[in-house]
């Protein structure tokens, strides 16, 4: 596992590093802001085991699957000798409430919550990029670009139950991607660019930390903290970006 694991960070640091040796005519160094429709597609999976939940052998969890469509970002490009570049961006954030409730309203008027839970979630994205653009002179339409970027990020998840079944659940977690970005562009003007990037994810790693508000419990068994790291390529991710020279 360790050996391929190894073999998946190497490849795309070998690419870029081979990529550097690729002759290119220089452009002037310049500094580009970028708006991105970042990841209109983009499909996150996150499971939380909670807390002191064993019954019968079974572990009981929360099972969240996101799919973005549109999801609007900001960047701002720094183009530095021989076409290397930095990129700085928020990739995304979002701030939801979702109540999702199966009601029953008896003959005496009265309503009943039948199952369901009331979720708030809080998620924020950021990028820092290292990469190079291929660019065969000013006049040239279209361009390549590879890049390998750090994606910190913060994910904040609680779900209240809307019957007494079970109690209110919380659960953060902070950490960071790494990401290999191939791209291609098309030149518009001398001053705005079109740009496609499709951001594979290499590695997850995070520390997560659980909280199942059941006060009968003491705070050993309702809280639960630990450091995962995933390797494999995920995180499906696909940006469009109109990028506006300053």
């Known amino acids: 596992m360790k ?14 590093f081979c990529a550097g040796a690729i002759n290119s005519q220089e452009v002037s160094p310049s500094q580009w802001l970028s708006v991105n429709l970042t990841a209109f597609l983009s499909s996150e999976n996150a499971g939380y085991r909670i807390p002191a939940t064993i019954n019968g052998g079974s572990e009981l969890m929360y099972d969240l699957n996101t799919t973005n469509f549109i999801n609007p970002g900001i960047a701002f490009r720094k183009i530095k000798k021989n076409n290397w570049f930095e990129e700085y961006a928020l990739t995304a954030i979002s701030l939801q409430k979702q109540n999702d409730v199966l009601l029953v309203k008896e003959d005496q008027g009265i309503t009943e919550p039948l199952s369901g839970s009331n ?4 998620a924020l994205w950021l990028r820092y990029e290292y990469g190079k653009w291929f660019s065969k002179g000013e006049g040239q339409k279209i361009h390549y670009g590879l890049g390998l970027g750090l994606d910190p990020f913060i994910l ?3 779900i209240v139950p809307a019957t007494s079944a079970t109690f209110p659940f919380k659960a953060e977690r902070i950490g960071a ?22 951001p594979v994810r290499l590695n997850k790693t995070y520390a997560e930390h659980t909280v199942l508000e059941n006060p009968v419990l003491g705070d050993k068994e309702r809280m639960e903290r630990q ?15 109109l990028n506006i020279r300053l």
């Open 156 to 158: 904040i998840d609680r």
């Open 119 to 122: 979720k708030r979630a809080f």
């Open 3 to 16: 050996k391929n694991t190894s073999c998946i960070a190497a490849i795309p640091l070998l690419i870029l």
């Open 227 to 241: 450091i995962i790291s995933e390797w494999g390529i995920g995180g499906l991710q696909c940006a469009l970006g």
């Open 177 to 198: 991607e790494v990401r290999f970005i191939p791209r291609i562009g098309y030149q518009i003007s001398p001053k705005m660019l079109l740009e496609l990037k499709v």
